[in-house]
């Protein structure tokens, strides 16, 4: 996912997606009884029941439009909105599909701009505790079962230190040091490491494209990545890059991934989900603290309503509303076509990051993001070919 998609949530359902209403069929034509021509009549049929005084509604009226003994259905003006509602309608379930890749995309750009303020692991830890703390809420307002149990709490703690301590820790670590655009492609290669996982702990088959993507998707990461690998002629290290601390975000995304279906097992999925956010950012508010962040260092009071705004995004709707509404999505529609639109998410974050971070590709960085991009659809053409 996604910034990709930082969080999963734990229950992989999906339904149809909601389809148009059909138009109204005319009526059958019938019969005609001679060639000559016959005037058009029009006969209103008035359906209410009523005294004779009561003027018809619209609604209640139904207009047969013929030549002679030939006549059409006519519903007149019931049916004059339904085009535009039907419109509204596809066009809100494509905002609803679409949303949460926004979110994530832009969530990185606004990440990007506030941690030199905040310092890194407060923004990481921002962003998961409260948005949790919501899902939580959430999930307890809907009837949802709590955690019980040393198995339940145990697969959620370290689900948590996994899926949201180290992914988000590391992710926030490398935003420091490369932009949100690129960052947000090395993150959403982790289904590359999945399909490896997958295979190797539940015997699942990508096929022969699949296998391609996976080759293909190494070059692509090596595109992105050995550029800034480089700066060792300089005398650093391979941890002084942002793109080495993205990708080992991205492998703790995956082995997090991997361990949805072993969680799953002790706990309410969207229970755990919302627990493992607010466990896994307290060690990194005290990493925060221990780090001496800006923002728990005294210069907290020189945050802008800007840098407040952006905080405040990055955890409700870079978290908390993101994977709500991909929950939503998830239970009515297809999710290949859902996890297909993964590939939004970094091109949402280059775009906003070129607007206003005025971030930049290489040549080398362009020809490795849209290797990778093509690689990770490979590795899911199986999936996506077989659903439909």
């Known amino acids: 996912m996604s910034t990709a998609a930082p969080f999963r ?4 359902l999906h339904l149809p997606l ?4 059909p138009p109204a069929s005319a009526l059958p034509s019938l019969p005609r009884h001679g ?4 005037p058009r009549v029009r006969l209103r049929l008035r359906l209410a029941a009523g005294s004779s005084e009561t003027p018809p509604q619209a609604s209640d009226e139904l ?3 013929g030549t002679g003994t ?7 003006a019931e049916e004059g909105p339904a085009p535009a509602l039907a419109a509204t309608k596809e066009w809100w379930e494509w905002a609803l599909l679409v949303s949460p890749f926004f979110f994530w995309g832009t969530a990185m750009v606004a990440m990007k701009g506030v941690i030199p303020k905040t310092g890194p692991f407060f923004v990481a830890a921002l962003r998961l505790i409260p948005a949790g703390a919501l899902v939580v809420a959430f999930a307890a307002a809907r009837g949802r079962k709590q955690p019980s149990g040393w198995a339940a709490w145990g697969a959620i703690a370290a689900f948590g230190l996994v899926d949201a301590a180290c992914f988000q820790g590391f992710l926030t670590e490398g935003l420091q040091k490369t932009s949100a655009g690129l960052g947000s492609v090395i993150i959403d290669s982790q289904p590359l490491t999945v399909a490896i996982l997958a295979a190797l702990f539940f015997g699942e088959s990508i096929g ?3 296998a391609g993507g996976l080759v293909l998707g190494v070059v692509g ?3 992105l990545e050995v550029p800034a690998l480089s700066v060792e002629e300089n005398g650093a290290t391979v941890w002084g890059s942002g793109e080495w601390w993205m990708f080992l975000s991205a492998q703790n995304m995956a082995i997090g991934t991997i361990m949805v279906r072993w969680v799953s097992k002790y706990s309410d999925p969207i229970m755990a989900t919302g627990w493992h956010m607010v466990i896994g950012g307290i060690p990194l508010l005290v990493i925060s603290a ?3 962040d800006p923002a728990l260092n005294g210069h907290i009071q020189e945050l802008t309503s800007s840098d407040i705004l952006a905080l405040g995004y990055t955890s409700i709707f870079g978290s908390a509303i993101s994977y709500g509404v991909y929950f939503y999505n998830a239970t009515r529609g297809s999710l290949t076509t859902l996890s297909s639109l993964t590939f939004l998410t970094p091109m949402f974050a280059s775009i906003f990051g070129f607007i206003y971070l005025g971030e930049t590709f290489s040549t080398e960085q362009i020809g490795g993001a849209l290797l990778t991009l093509v690689a990770i659809y490979m590795v899911n053409y199986k999936s996506i070919v077989g659903e439909k």
């Open 70 to 76: 030939d006549a059409e259905g006519d519903p007149g």
């Open 221 to 223: 990461l090596l595109l």
């Open 35 to 38: 060639a000559m021509p016959r």
């Open 18 to 21: 909601a389809s148009r209403r």
């Open 9 to 12: 949530l734990l229950l992989p």
């Open 63 to 65: 207009d047969f439009v």
């Open 208 to 210: 022969a494209i699949g």
């Open 290 to 292: 221990l780090n001496h």
